[in-house]
């Protein structure tokens, strides 16, 4: 079992600048995709990024390209997100997810990845 925790969100005006983290725990020796889902009120789930264990490989939403950076520590066991220029319609609740995977593969499907967190909001007001 992997645990996931984020944190980092909270309430940020139009135009600045977020960076959330996901801290893994439990069984994390075997190696792992990991990726940002985000889901709005009333809205169904939505990838946002994913990077592939080695770190070698990231993905972006086509939507958010440009204003974000996926990367991760694996000393640490923490991924990140970094999120610029935030626009109101970023409000969401924000997801780290988990995969156990190849060190090169970037899963984009939620119905991939096996772990999730609880979930950081992110709020953002124009």
């Known amino acids: 079992q992997v645990q996931l925790v984020e944190s980092g969100g909270g309430l940020v005006r139009a135009g600045g600048s977020l960076r959330l983290s996901c801290a893994a725990s439990?069984?994390?020796?075997?190696?792992?995709?990991m990726g940002w889902f985000r889901q709005a009120p009333g809205k169904e789930r939505e990838f946002v990024a994913a990077?592939?264990?080695?770190?070698?490989?990231?993905r972006y939403a086509d939507s958010l390209k440009g204003r974000l950076t996926i990367s991760r520590d694996n000393a640490k066991n923490t991924v990140y997100l970094q999120i610029n220029s935030l626009k109101p319609e970023d409000t969401a609740v924000y997801y780290c997810?988990?995969?156990?995977?190849?060190?090169?593969?970037?899963?984009?499907?939620?119905?991939?990845?096996?772990?999730w967190g609880q979930g950081t909001q992110v709020t953002v007001s124009s």
């Open positions: 439990g069984r994390t020796g075997r190696t792992y995709a």
């Open positions: 997810a988990a995969r156990g995977s190849s060190i090169y593969y970037v899963p984009l499907s939620s119905n991939e990845y096996d772990y």
């Open positions: 990077i592939s264990w080695s770190g070698g490989s990231t």
